[in-house]
C-alpha cells in the first residue's frame, strides 16, 4: 500500500472514530461506518462559502463531522436574508431533498472551517439494505425530531 493510501486509510479511520461518538449513529458499529464512507464524500469548505445554495436542485443529505454553519433563508417575497438556525458538529441537514429533490429552500453558510460528509440519494439506495436501513430510520428520526421542535416553537407564538 502507498504512502497516500495509507493516509486516506487512517483517515478514514479517524473520520469512524468521530462518528462513533455522534448520536446521530448511535446504532451503528465500526463495520457500518466504514462501509457508509465507501458511499458518499467527504468535503471541505471554508468560512463563509455555501455547503447548499437555496433554489439550487440538490438531492444530497449532508452531515457535519466538524464546524459550524448557519442556515439562512431568504424570503420568497423578498426582502433581506435571515439566519434561522445554527449548526454544530455531528447535526444533519438536507434531508428533505434526499427523498423529494428539487430546490433547495434555504442556503447553508460555513461560519467556521467545516467538514461534512455528503451523501446522495442514488448513494443511498446502493447502500447494502441493513445499512440502508439503518440510514433511513436515523434520517426519518432526524426529520421527526426537527418537525417536533418547529413545532414547539409554533405554539410558544400562538
Same mark, same amino acid.
Given at each position: 500500500m502507498t504512502d497516500q493510501n495509507n493516509s486516506a486509510a487512517e483517515q478514514k479511520e479517524k473520520w469512524v472514530d468521530l462518528l462513533?461518538? $455522534? !448520536? *446521530?449513529?448511535?446504532? *451503528? !458499529?465500526r463495520g457500518d461506518l466504514r462501509e457508509l464512507f465507501s458511499f458518499g464524500q467527504v468535503r471541505r469548505f471554508r468560512a463563509k462559502e455555501y &455547503? &447548499?445554495?437555496? !433554489? +439550487?436542485? /440538490? @438531492?444530497? *443529505?449532508? *452531515?457535519?463531522l466538524h464546524g459550524r454553519a448557519d442556515? #439562512?433563508?431568504?424570503?420568497?417575497?423578498?426582502? /433581506?436574508?435571515?439566519? &434561522?438556525? +445554527?449548526?454544530? /458538529?455531528?447535526?444533519?441537514?438536507?434531508?428533505?431533498?434526499?427523498?423529494? =429533490? =428539487? @430546490?433547495?429552500?434555504? @442556503? +447553508? $453558510?460555513?461560519?467556521? !472551517?467545516c467538514s461534512v460528509y455528503e451523501l446522495n440519494k442514488d448513494e443511498?439506495?446502493?447502500?447494502? #439494505?441493513?445499512?440502508?436501513c439503518k440510514m433511513v430510520k436515523r434520517i426519518a428520526y432526524s $426529520?421527526?425530531?426537527? &418537525?417536533h421542535e418547529n413545532n414547539q416553537q409554533l405554539v410558544r407564538f400562538m
Open positions: 462513533q461518538t $455522534m !448520536d *446521530f449513529f448511535k446504532t *451503528f !458499529d &455547503i &447548499i445554495k437555496g !433554489d +439550487v436542485l /440538490d @438531492s444530497s *443529505f449532508y *452531515f457535519l442556515v #439562512i433563508l431568504k424570503p420568497k417575497t423578498g426582502g /433581506d436574508a435571515q439566519k &434561522i438556525a +445554527v449548526l454544530q /458538529d455531528g447535526e444533519c441537514f438536507g434531508e428533505v431533498a434526499i427523498w423529494l =429533490g =428539487g @430546490s433547495r429552500s434555504a @442556503s +447553508v $453558510m460555513a461560519t467556521t !472551517d443511498l439506495e446502493r447502500m447494502a #439494505i441493513p445499512l440502508q $426529520m421527526a425530531a426537527k &418537525i
